[in-house]
C-alpha cells in the first residue's frame, strides 16, 4: 500500500445535499463531499490522521455544483492510500470503484479510479464543462409527445433563438451574484481564502461550474429578482462609520426607499462606468455552444415530456445557468422580448432575470488537458494506465449510463413533477416591465452597439491598409 494521486469520476442526484463541496460549517453527510470521503476512509484510501483534513490529501474537484444540482461527470482528485500495482491490471480502478460504491448511498457512484499525474488538479486541468438542463413542456404549455402545433413549435423556436444568444465571450455579470466576482484589491486571482481551512482545498476558485455559494446561504426565494440591484445601491452610500451622530439621525430619518413591485424586470443602462459596481474580466464567460432538443424527450418511461437545453464552456458562474434558462424562457413565453436577453449581455446593462430551478440541472460531461510532462518519468506512469489525459474509460462508461438509466434519470423525472415548478410558473406569470424604461434601455443599448460596429469597421480598415501596404513594400 502507499499513497497515489488519483482521478475519480463520479456521478450523484444532489436531492437533499448541500451541494458537491465539504463546508467548515457542516455536519456530516449535508454534501456530497462528506458521503465520499466517508466512504473512500471507509474503504482504507484516508488514513485515521488526515480524515477531515482534505486540503491534506491535495484534494481538488473538476466542478463544484450547487444545492440541488445532479452530475454525471464530476471529477475529484485526491492522494489515495492504495495499492499502485492494481492498476496494471485494472487501470480503470473498477474494483476499487465498487469497494468505494460500497459505502456509499445509492444516490452517489463512483464510475472508475484513475492514477493521474502529481500535479493534476482536477479545476485547473478542466477545460470544458457541459450541463443539461430539462424544462418540463409543460412551463412552455405543452402536455403529452405527439406532433406539437405551429403555435409550440413557434415556442421551441423561440426558446432556441434566445438559448444561441449566449454562444460567444460575454460579461454575464446579469446571470450571477455579481459582488461575488469583484476583483478584490491586493489578492490573488483565483486565490480565494476562506473560512475553515482544514475543510478547503487549494482549487476553490469560484467560477469552475455552477458552483455551490460558499460565502453565504440565501433562500432560494430569489426565483425573481437578482439581490445584486440592492447591494450596489447600498454601495454608493456613505459609510455609517464615518458619519458623525447628527447625519446618522438624519440618515435614520429619511423616508425608506420603496421597495420594487414583486415580478418588475427593471433594465438600467450605465453610459459611464459604474465605480460601485464595476464589471470586471472576471465576470466573462466563454460559451462554446447552446442546443436545444427540437424533439420532447423524457427521462423515464410514463414520464412527463421535457425539452433538453445544452450548454458547454469552459466555466460558469454561480447560477449563470439558471439564469439563462429563466431568460430563454420567458422569451419564449413572450414575457420579454429577444432584444431584452442580447442588451443584457453588455457591460453597461443591469437587468434583473428570472432563476430556473435547480431540480434539473445536470453535469453530463468534463474534458481535461493533456498530462503535463516531467522528468522523472512519473507522468509516463500516469500514462501508462490512464492515456495522454483524463477520459472516462469504457467500463466507466457503462457505469455512468446504467447510474443514470437505473437512478438518475428516474429521480429526475419525479423532479419534473414537483410544486416547485408550479410556483416558478406563478413566478413567470407575474413578470412585468416598465415600456417606458424598457425603450430608454434598448435605445442606449442600439447606440452601443452602433459605436462597438464602428470602432470594429474601423479597426479592420486599418488592419486592411496596413495588409495593403506591407504587400506594396515587398513588390
Known sequence: MGKRKVALYVGYEGTGYRGLQAQPDNAPQQTIEDALEAAIFAAGGILPSNM???????????????????????????????????????????????TINSHLPPEIKVFSVQRVTKSFDARTECNRRRYHYYLPASILGIQGTGSLSKIYENKIELLEEAWKTFEGSYPFHNYTRRRLYREEKNSRRGGYSGKGGSRRTSSGSRDDGEEHDEEESIPEEENLISDDENTAAAAAAPDEAALDIAESIKSAEAAPVPARPKGLIQPTWYSERKLEDPITRRHYRFIGDCEVSRELITLAPGGPPCIRLSVQGASFMLHQIRHMV??????????????????????????????????????????????????????????????DRLTLPASGEEAQQRFAQEWLLPAMSSLLQGEEWEDWEGDLDMLFYEEEEYEEFIRSYREYRKRGDERKKERVEVLLAEAAAKENGEE
Open 326 to 387: 429563466g431568460a430563454a424562457t420567458a422569451v419564449a413565453l413572450g414575457i420579454i422580448p429577444l432584444e431584452l436577453v442580447q442588451a443584457s449581455l453588455a457591460a453597461p446593462a443591469r437587468v434583473n432575470l428570472p432563476l430556473a430551478p435547480a431540480c434539473s440541472l445536470v453535469l453530463a460531461g468534463a474534458e481535461f488537458s493533456p498530462f503535463r510532462t516531467s522528468w522523472d518519468g512519473k507522468a509516463a506512469q500516469a500514462s501508462s494506465t490512464s492515456g
Open 52 to 98: 477531515g483534513a482534505l486540503k491534506k490529501l491535495g484534494w481538488s474537484r473538476s466542478s463544484r455544483t450547487d444545492k440541488s444540482v445532479h452530475s454525471l461527470a464530476t471529477v475529484v482528485a485526491m492522494k489515495m492510500e492504495c495499492d499502485p500495482e492494481a492498476f496494471e491490471s485494472d487501470p480503470a480502478g473498477i474494483k476499487l470503484s465498487e
